[in-house]
C-alpha cells in the first residue's frame, strides 16, 4: 500500500492534492526523471520515497506510518501461516488415522506429527556436460586453495549424523525424515554443492597426499547419471550420491526448523513415535508419509 506524500519526495516543494494523489514528486522533469530512474531498492516499500543509506537494509523510511503499514503486513503473513500451518496439521491427523487403520496399527494418536516441507521442483534429468564443467571449475578452485594452505581456513565439525553422541534411532529417524521429504532444502545446491576449501582439507586431513586432480576425479565421480534440474547436481533420484565424509558441513549440519524442533524433542526424550509427512508448499498437499518409532522399535 502507498500512502500519499504532501511534499515531493525529491525537493520537497509542497505537493497539490491532484499531484499527491498521482505522483510522488512535484511536475519538475527533473524530480520525475530522477524518481523514475531510481532503483526500486533505493525507495522505501510502503510510501516510496527515497531512503537514507541506513534504511536500504529494511526498505523502509523512518516515517511511523510506514513501519507501523509494514508491522501491520507482517501481522497478516503470520497470521495467515499459522492458519495454514493449523489446516496443514490437521489434514496431517486426518491422513495419520486413514494410514494408521490400512496399516493395522492401533494407538494412531501416539504417533507425533511431524511436517517437513516435500520436494517438488525440477524433474530427473541426464546432469548436462555444462553442470558437469561447472562443478570441476568450482572443485578444481576449492581443491587448489585447500592443499595449498592445508592450516588454513576453519575446521569442519564431524558429522553429526554418525556422530556416537547421537544415538543410532535419532540418525535413523533424522534420515527417514529428509527421506521422506526428498531433499527440499538441496533445492540450492547447484553446481558447488556448497563444497568449500574447508570441506576439501577435511577429506585431505583423513587421506594425506592426495593430489587436486584426485580430488576433483573423486568428487566426479559422485555424479550420478541424472540429477534433478533445478536442485544440487548430486541430487538424485534417491537422495544425495555424496557419501557424509564427502559432504560440506552446511549439508551433514544443516535440519530445517520442523527437523531440528524434531530432533530436540527426540533426544529430551518427551517424544518417540513420529508421524512423518512431507507438506508441497504452505497450502498444498501432503505428499509422502511414514510411521517411525525413534527407540528403533
Ligand atoms: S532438513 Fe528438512 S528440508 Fe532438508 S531434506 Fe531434511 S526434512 Fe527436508
Ligand atoms: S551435496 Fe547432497 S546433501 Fe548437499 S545439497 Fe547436494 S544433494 Fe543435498
Ligand atoms: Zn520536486
Ligand atoms: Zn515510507
Redo the contacts with the bound molecule.
Keep these: 500500500m502507498q ?1 500519499s506524500p504532501d511534499h515531493c519526495v525529491i525537493c520537497d516543494a509542497p505537493l497539490t492534492l491532484l499531484d499527491a494523489a498521482t505522483q510522488p514528486t512535484c511536475r519538475s522533469s527533473a524530480c520525475r526523471w530522477r524518481y523514475s530512474t531510481m532503483p526500486a531498492g533505493e525507495k ?1 516499500r ?4 527515497p531512503l537514507a543509506l541506513a534504511e536500504r537494509v529494511s526498505r ?2 523512518g ?1 511511523a ?2 513501519r507501523d503499514e509494514r508491522m501491520r503486513e507482517w501481522r497478516q503473513w503470520r497470521d495467515r501461516r499459522r492458519e495454514e500451518d493449523t489446516a496443514l496439521r490437521a489434514e496431517a491427523a486426518a491422513l495419520r488415522a486413514e494410514r494408521a487403520a490400512a496399516l493395522g496399527i492401533a494407538d494412531a494418536e501416539s504417533y507425533v506429527v511431524a511436517l517437513t516441507p516435500a520436494y517438488v521442483r525440477g524433474g530427473l534429468v541426464p546432469v548436462p556436460r555444462e553442470r558437469r564443467r561447472a562443478l570441476r571449475a568450482h572443485l578444481t578452485r576449492v581443491a587448489t586453495a585447500a592443499i595449498a594452505q592445508p592450516d588454513a581456513g576453519s575446521d569442519e565439525a564431524p558429522d553429526p549424523q554418525t556422530d556416537p553422541a547421537l544415538p543410532p534411532a535419532v540418525g535413523r529417524l533424522l534420515g527417514t525424515a529428509c527421506a521422506t521429504c526428498g531433499g527440499h532444502c538441496c533445492r540450492n545446491g547447484s553446481e558447488r554443492a556448497y563444497i568449500s576449501a574447508d570441506t576439501i582439507r577435511r577429506v585431505v586431513r583423513k587421506e594425506p597426499g592426495l593430489t587436486v586432480n584426485a580430488v576433483v576425479a573423486r568428487y566426479l565421480r559422485r555424479v550420478g547419471k541424472t540429477s534433478h534440474d533445478d536442485s544440487c547436481i548430486y541430487h538424485g533420484p534417491t537422495g544425495c550420491t555424496l557419501t557424509r565424509e564427502m559432504r560440506s558441513d552446511t549439508c551433514n549440519r544443516y535440519f530445517c526448523g520442523e527437523l531440528a524442533q524434531l530432533k530436540r524433542s527426540v533426544e529430551r526424550g518427551s517424544l518417540t513415535r513420529v508421524f512423518l509427512t512431507a507438506h508441497r508448499g504452505p497450502a498444498g498437499e501432503l505428499a509422502t508419509s511414514a510411521f517411525v518409532d525413534a527407540t528403533g522399535a
Design positions: 500512502t522505501c510502503v510510501c516510496g520515497r523502509l523510511c516515517r506510518a510506514c
